[in-house]
């Protein structure tokens, strides 16, 4: 039987299978789905957790006899088996096959790998273990998936956020589960069970930069090119994460293209502006007054060659890109 992570839960409220075996490259979601197991082990009486460890100089024999031994105080008992490389070996392959013919009612064995090949899920010992047992694999969740599991993510500790929102987390972390993870119980520990703002996700993942960003995004507006400089210098001192930057110039000015191509169309100033902050007006008027929509898209562009930049992608430096792209948002 094949589950997917997250139906790991229902399956162990109904029954528990004899063997599992968890396998992945992505560390908090393999802890998570081994701890889920452990815990419906031991509410099903597997009290006492026998550990193995299969490197090159393991005896796969331990495995056997302690499958064929009678737990201390006759409890059932768990047997973890942490195999890194999914590739047991002759040997192996043989230890598990025997042990899966004849499973021990008392024992419960947990098998544990890094993301397994297409040739070793052909072997004979992989598909002995699926036709008894369960097979839970675990796959990386992409950039575009990673705002809506971020988002199931903050559910479970009461929380919630809107698109970009969660859009700023993904990019924040990079794709990185257990760095989201981390940030999801500091927004949890900060705010409680809530509905976040994004100057409340800002706060939480940069400590106090948060009035220096929209600071600088506001300066730029207004053509303060250079306060806007000393600012963006200032965050660069205090080492502030430029994605996070980036991201609040981008989402700038993707409202503003949106602003912009309305206008065009033929809408006046005030709809378009509706609903804008009051004292925010004054900035995005200026800032629609001296750039057309082309021109924004333009910047916009710019903002996804510094991302590139900042992954690596493409050689420059960051600070300087940014400075320019506030230098070109600031002109009159």
């Known amino acids: ?41 031991k509410e099903s009486g597997f009290n006492e957790c026998v550990s193995f460890q299969a490197d090159k100089s393991f005896d796969w024999q331990n495995l056997l006899q302690a499958a064929n031994t009678l737990s201390l105080f ?4 768990l047997l973890k088996l942490q195999l ?24 419960l064995l947990l098998i544990i790998t890094n993301k397994l090949d297409a ?19 675990i796959w990386p969740i992409n950039m575009a998936k990673l705002p809506a599991w971020i988002g199931a993510r ?42 976040l703002t994004l100057e409340q996700i800002i706060t939480a993942v940069v400590d106090n930069a948060r009035f220096s960003i929209f600071d600088l995004v506001d300066n730029t507006l207004q053509g303060e090119f ?20 980036l991201w609040a110039l981008a989402r700038e000015l993707r409202t503003l293209i949106t602003m912009a191509q309305q206008l065009e169309q033929g809408k006046s100033i005030e709809t378009v502006m509706q609903r804008v902050w009051q004292q925010r007006k004054p900035y995005i008027k200026r800032a629609l007054q001296q750039h057309k929509t082309r021109a924004l898209q333009h910047m916009l562009r710019q ?30």
């Open 226 to 245: 250079t306060k806007s400089i000393r600012i963006l210098t200032s965050l660069k001192n205090e080492k502030t994460e430029p994605t996070l930057i």
């Open 154 to 195: 903050m559910q479970q500790r009461g929380l919630t956020a809107d698109k970009e929102g969660l859009q700023l987390l993904a990019e924040y972390t990079e794709g990185n589960l257990l760095s989201a993870v981390q940030e999801i119980e500091k927004l949890h520990l900060l705010y409680g069970e809530c509905t």
């Open 74 to 77: 006759s409890e059932k008992s």
């Open 119 to 137: 040739a070793t899920q052909k072997t004979k010992w992989y598909k002995a273990i699926a036709a008894a047992g369960v097979i839970v694999q």
């Open 303 to 332: 903002c996804a060659a510094i991302d590139r930049t900042i992954k690596g992608a493409k050689p420059g430096n960051i600070w300087i890109e940014l400075d320019k792209l506030c230098l070109r948002l600031a002109k009159s």
């Open 84 to 107: 890194p490389t999914g590739k047991p070996g002759d040997k192996g392959g043989k230890a598990l096959q025997a042990y899966v013919q004849n499973p021990p009612p008392d024992k």
């Open 1 to 41: 039987m094949n589950l997917r992570p997250e139906q790991l839960e229902n399956h162990l409220k109904n029954n528990l299978a004899s063997i599992y075996l968890v396998s992945g490259d992505e560390p908090i979601l393999v802890q998570e789905s081994c701890a889920a197991i452990r815990q419906g082990a």
